[in-house]
């Protein structure tokens, strides 16, 4: 991340496929939300609009995020 041309921190992705698909993946007893606003972050802070969320605690938990964002370069 960048803040006038000066780097704030780094992000690190689970996984990214084909350049296309943002895969956030856990596994925890406890579903919390910061991984979901995490993937959502990632998906406003690249060209990327489709991301992937896979839970795997006691009840696997899947979610498809689609985030379109109009200031995204394309």
Do not use: W
């Not at 596994?27 to 896979?54: C, E, M, Q, W």
């Amino acid at each position: 991340m960048y803040y006038e041309e000066e780097a704030l921190g780094v992000q690190r992705l689970d996984m990214l496929i084909d350049g296309k698909v943002i895969v956030e993946v856990k596994s925890t007893l406890v579903l919390h939300t910061d991984p979901i606003r995490r993937l959502y972050n990632y998906l406003k802070a690249t060209n990327i609009d489709v991301g992937l969320f896979f839970h795997f605690g006691k009840e696997a938990n899947f979610r498809r995020v689609i985030c379109t964002n109009d200031r995204k370069e394309r």
